[in-house]
């Protein structure tokens, strides 16, 4: 199994959202995150006022895969992420997974082996 974190661009979060359904990762997390970059300051405008930042705003995706999946979902994110984004994979021992729901995810057919 793998826990997959992406960071993405905010606009990319529908797209990822239906490929990853698409390639059987039916669970995902998503937090709104600022990520410093050492390129050029970044322009805003704040109530008419200029302003320049180096926080640049992302969306922070994370999902369990498994190791078949793995490649697909990374390669999907990273196309996803472009130039800017980053995509890491870390192995997981155990997964533990307590969900009331768990016959739902069970009888579909896209998990595989998944979860």
Known sequence: MKL???HLPN????QARTELNDL???RITIAEVHSACTQSPIALRYRGVSMHTHLRSELRLECVASDGQSPPVVHALRALAGVNGQVAVLDLEQLHQDCADEHVYQADPRLGVAV
């Open 4 to 6: 997959i974190i992406a």
């Open 11 to 14: 606009d990319a979060f529908e």
């Open 24 to 26: 059987g990762v039916l």
